[in-house]
């Protein structure tokens, strides 16, 4: 199977944030973020739609995976080096798909984020804030194809990678990506832990 690799649209954005809420439906942090199994994989949806629409698609950093029918099968949400820290504005403009996500949880999730900001690395870097294929086609190397197209770029321009991982049965395949853990991250305050993980330029 063709994959095809290439940078978002902004006509892309609703499709990819679908995709992206199937593929955290049985995250973690997305359960203990959106607790309802129910909706979870919908609601996931419109809070990364929210945040690749107000943050991270202007700054380039959003690529999306095809299969060979031309449909989106994936998606890795990066934000290029300085660029990673969500600012007052855009939060503002999160906030009501935001509150329609996490409906009584948000102020919770929010002191998630603080505390993952608080551990964020201030080395310049280029940081996956999000990746993910659609449950139904995982294993066809979309999301080798995704890490490769913007791993390159990084060792092409010797800038680092980071990255926090939710599940930790994915940290042996980032590791061979060439990302280290470099700890473990407690953001949740006694729920599931990240595990942050960085990547020197090859």
Not at 63 to 80: C, F, H, L, T
Request: glycine letters at 10%; aromatic letters at 8%; charged letters at 25%.
């Amino acid at each position: 199977m063709d994959v095809t690799v290439r940078p978002a649209l902004a006509s892309d954005i609703p499709g990819l944030a679908r995709v992206l809420g199937r593929a955290f439906a049985d995250d973690p942090i997305m359960a203990w973020s959106i607790p309802d199994d129910a909706v979870r994989a919908q609601r996931a949806g419109i809070l990364f739609g929210a945040l690749i629409r107000h943050h991270f698609f202007e700054s380039g950093g959003v690529e999306v995976a095809q299969d060979d029918r031309g449909a989106i099968v994936g998606g890795a949400v990066w934000a290029p080096p300085g660029e990673w820290h969500t600012s007052n504005s855009q939060t503002i403009r999160m906030l009501p798909a935001m509150a329609r996500a996490l409906r009584g949880r948000v102020v919770t999730v929010g002191r998630m984020a603080d505390r993952m900001e608080l551990h964020h690395p201030s080395e310049p870097h280029w940081y996956l804030a999000i990746i993910g294929t659609d449950p139904s086609t995982r294993g066809l190397g979309h999301g080798r194809a995704l890490l490769d197209s913007r791993l390159n770029r990084c060792d092409a321009e010797g800038i680092p990678a980071y990255l926090e991982s939710s599940k930790p049965e994915n940290v042996p395949y980032y590791e061979r990506f060439g990302f280290e853990v470099t700890g473990e991250l407690d953001a949740t305050d006694g729920g599931p832990l990240l595990w942050p993980m960085w990547r020197a330029p090859r």
